[in-house]
């Protein structure tokens, strides 16, 4: 098990019921615009706990998701039908072309080679690659957050040529009150890090404080984030250097 696999599989389960959801938005915008149907093949990048894989699904499709947490996988497995394999972002063990759609959902930079896994996501598609990550440009309220808890990021995407379109998405996440919301944040793998240097009392402290300007007059919480959806064409994604 690698370290950043052991991190996210701390709270799996956790974070499948408080933060997982939040992206449907930015999944059913894929479903629609790669027109995936009964019989697509569908591959997933950094899967989590599977809800894309479960949607596409729904909607007919053969969908694959790969996770490095073998705990996320177990989530996953428990609430899909889809296909799912402990597998790292980087090399992937299928042939050119296999799935129709590759999608990667706030997923690129957690490989060590974001480049590579970009270029893997090409070559293992058929036609439609989905690049779907943080709004460069549009501020988000989870990484707001999280600069003030955990510092800024290290962390890189991968070079991407010029997407055939480009999606702004807004990816509200709404909490009902203080408890839910403290264990929706302490459920994510990078606040499990901070936890370990600074302690979770600490840590809890430094979330209360950075969340207090998103707090609702009922005392729950909501959070504005904005993701860009690049989307590509195999042929074209393919000629990037």
Known sequence: MTRESELWGRGAAERA?????MSVPAWKTAIERTGITEGTTVLDLACGSGEFCA???EAGAKATGIDISEEMIAVARQASAAEFRELPLGRLPWQDGTFDVVTAFNALFFADDPDEAFQEAVRVSKDYVIVCQWHPEEQSDLLTIGRQVRGSSARRGARLPEAREEITIDIPQVHPDEATMLRGFLSVGSY??????????????????AVEP???SDGGYRFSNKYLMSIFRRGQAASIS
């Open 17 to 21: 019921v408080l933060g997982a959801k």
């Open 214 to 216: 998103f707090r609702m």
């Open 192 to 209: 499990q890090r901070v936890i370990e240097k600074e302690g979770e009392e600490e840590v809890v402290k430094k979330i209360r404080a």
């Open 55 to 57: 949607l596409a699904t």
